[in-house]
């Protein structure tokens, strides 16, 4: 058909709906469907999906074969999920809108159209696993010097290798390496075997000792100084940041004066008194612990919030190592080991056992609305299985 012909088509088209011509855009937009685009897949984005790529960011799809896909910013997590529609979405990359269309004369413009679609890509908020962040970095955790052959690259991950693997951010996967405690090591991430950052950390406390240095005084450099020769300084520095924080106060020489962290000091040496006990006489274990600690220092249950659990029901009252790494990803499983452990549980008890798998949307109360039972006892709530 000529253009000629196109137009005349399009104007009986029109008056047979009964419409002006004056009502139509001037541009009538004819379609033709290009075959063989079965590598196209639609993306429905949100407004920070938008603006990351209107400014250039980088957008990744990460998965292994066996995973569900996700999308990637450099800060955020998306769940890829395939949502149906009973419309039919035609995909037309120079379409005409009204606004851009000048009033003229009428013409017949073709297009083409490059995708009939029925279906598409919604983006889900998505919390990420490091279920198998942990699994890897636990292979071959750093134990010291004499235990490293610097020829053996075999279970060891760079930063890029990891990010390669894991479900999750660039951000978000920096985020976790700090809560975990991860140190980089001659190019590799790695875990501190535990019995090794507890030595570590000790010889640190050994040196203010020596030195004489208050638990809210502390340098830096002298320690770090007076260590270095023993183990390598990246770790020394590492371990230093996770037990200290600065008090925005210095020294006469103008040197930055430290404090060291209650409750992340308290909770390291209950973690060394409950890895090895299975289940301790809660009296006799706050004894130990407070014992343990340097002097100066309260001990507090509420540090141990995620690390360990009590049953207050048992006689003699208890206390457990129950570390919240070690618990299913999914929240379903996560629930029933839980209840397992205790079939009713505080709101204050349950809540470290939950928040790594919350995300905006979905808060540990709404997983509990979800999951469990709500139950009065003695003017406290209580929470149970709803199967």
């Not at 598409?120 to 919390?127: Q, T």
């Not at 409950?274 to 612990?289: A, I, N, P, V, Y």
Request: proline share 4%.
């Amino acid at each position: 058909m000529t253009e000629h012909g196109d137009l005349e088509y399009a104007k009986r088209k029109i008056n047979l709906a009964r419409l002006e011509e004056s009502e139509i855009s001037p541009v009538i937009q004819s379609l033709t469907l290009q075959e063989g685009q079965d590598d196209i897949c639609l993306l429905q984005l949100n407004s920070e999906i938008l603006s990351n790529i209107s400014e250039g960011q980088v957008l990744t799809i990460r998965g292994d074969a066996d995973d569900s896909a996700v999308l990637c910013t450099k800060s955020r997590t998306y769940e890829l999920k395939e949502a149906e529609t009973s419309n039919s979405l035609l995909l037309l990359p120079g379409m005409f809108w009204p606004e851009t269309c000048e009033n003229g004369e009428m013409e017949v413009v073709p297009q083409t159209v490059n995708g009939i679609f029925h279906n598409y890509y919604e983006l889900r908020a998505f919390k990420p696993s490091f279920k198998k962040l942990r699994s890897l970095l636990e292979r071959k955790p750093y134990q010291g010097k004499e235990y490293e052959d610097l020829q053996d690259f075999q279970d060891k991950f760079t930063f890029e290798m990891l990010l390669d693997t894991i479900q999750a951010s660039e951000e978000e996967l920096k985020s976790e390496l700090t809560l975990a405690q991860a140190c980089l090591i001659n190019g590799y991430v790695r875990f501190l075997d535990f019995d090794y950052k507890f030595s570590v950390f000790s010889s640190i406390l050994d040196v203010m000792e020596s030195r004489s240095m208050p638990l809210n005084k502390v340098l830096k450099e002298p320690i770090i100084e007076a260590l270095e020769d023993l183990e390598p300084k990246e770790i020394l520095e590492e371990c230093f940041s996770w037990f200290t924080e600065e008090t925005g106060e210095t020294d006469e020489n103008g040197h930055t004066l430290f404090a060291l962290k209650e409750d992340s000091v308290c909770k390291l040496y209950a973690e060394v008194l409950l890895r090895s006990s299975g289940k301790f006489h809660l009296q006799d274990f706050l004894e130990s612990w407070q014992r343990s600690v340097p002097e100066g220092m309260k001990c507090d249950l509420k540090q141990l919030r995620g690390l360990a659990l009590t049953d207050l029901t048992s006689r003699p009252e208890v206390i457990f190592h129950f570390p919240s790494q070690n618990l299913p990803e999914n929240i379903k499983e996560r629930f029933e080991v839980l209840f397992k452990v205790k079939e009713k549980w505080e709101y204050d008890e349950i809540v470290p056992y939950l928040e790594d798998r919350t995300y905006p949307g979905n808060d540990v109360k709404a997983l509990l609305i979800k999951y469990t039972r709500e139950s009065t006892k003695d003017g406290r709530k209580m929470y149970n299985s709803k199967w």
